[in-house]
């Protein structure tokens, strides 16, 4: 139990574009869906945190803007980098969070999707 | 001073060793404490989970808590070349709202050599 994951696997756009990345949680219902972002050798950073249903809160220094992020559905949530550029060429991971309940068995931890490998050219 | 202190190695180390990581923290709030094992271009994995201080074993894994000194520690017993990967500490202090974060070490890069 407790899958989340991630598509596209990798994607290559060119500057200037958008780029929707989807996370979903597959065999759980994710009342909060979490953002990271992860330069090589780096740890992850926060991007920000989606509760179902309403805005989404962004660490300080992400621009709400760039990254719109939508948590449409229990199981669904989007991250949409617009207008990249190189700068934002990056793993991008996301997170699911569930209700209580046993299925989770750990019910409360975070558990990731597989990532997003972004490059802008 | 980063919240979560971490060595990002890398640390290599024969098969079969036994393998310590650790990581220390300066925020005496921090409850519950977890370690993910991330492998090359994948996401992190929740290897093990504590709530407050003490041991937990599971297999060949076992987390220790130590919240007086502030510091966590992950060992691996009988370490295999598939034990190879970044493992990330992480610590939060309250899993249940969800308004809780959880803070990551940077990770510590682990090899084992065969």
């Known amino acids: 139990g407790a899958v989340v994951s991630q598509h596209p696997s990798w994607v290559i756009c060119k500057s200037g574009t958008s780029v929707k990345i989807e996370c979903r949680s597959l065999?759980?219902?994710?009342?909060?869906m979490f953002w990271y972002r992860q330069f090589p050798k780096q740890s992850l950073m926060l991007m920000a945190t989606s509760n179902e249903g309403s805005k989404a809160t962004y660490e300080q220094g992400v621009e709400k803007d760039k990254f719109l992020i939508n948590h449409a559905s229990l199981t669904l949530s989007t991250l949409t980098v617009t207008s990249a550029h190189p700068e934002d060429s990056s793993f991008y991971i996301c997170s699911a969070r569930g209700d209580s309940g046993a299925l989770l068995g750990v019910q409360e931890t975070q558990y990731f999707g597989p990532g997003t490998r972004l490059l802008v050219l | 001073q980063k919240e979560v202190e971490q060595d990002p190695g890398p640390l290599s180390v024969p098969e079969g060793a036994i393998v310590s990581l650790n990581c220390t923290y300066s925020n005496s709030a921090f409850q519950y404490f977890m370690w993910y094992r991330q492998y090359s271009r994948k996401g992190p994995e929740l290897l093990m989970y504590t709530y407050s201080s003490g041991n937990k074993e599971d297999g060949r894994f076992t987390a220790q808590v130590d919240k007086s000194s502030k510091y966590i520690s992950l060992f691996i017993r009988d370490s295999q070349p598939s034990d190879s990967a970044t493992y990330l500490c992480a610590m939060s202090a309250e899993m249940a709202s969800s308004a809780s974060k959880i803070i990551f070490g940077s990770g510590t890069r682990l090899s084992i050599r065969p």
């Open positions: 065999d759980f219902q994710a009342t909060t």
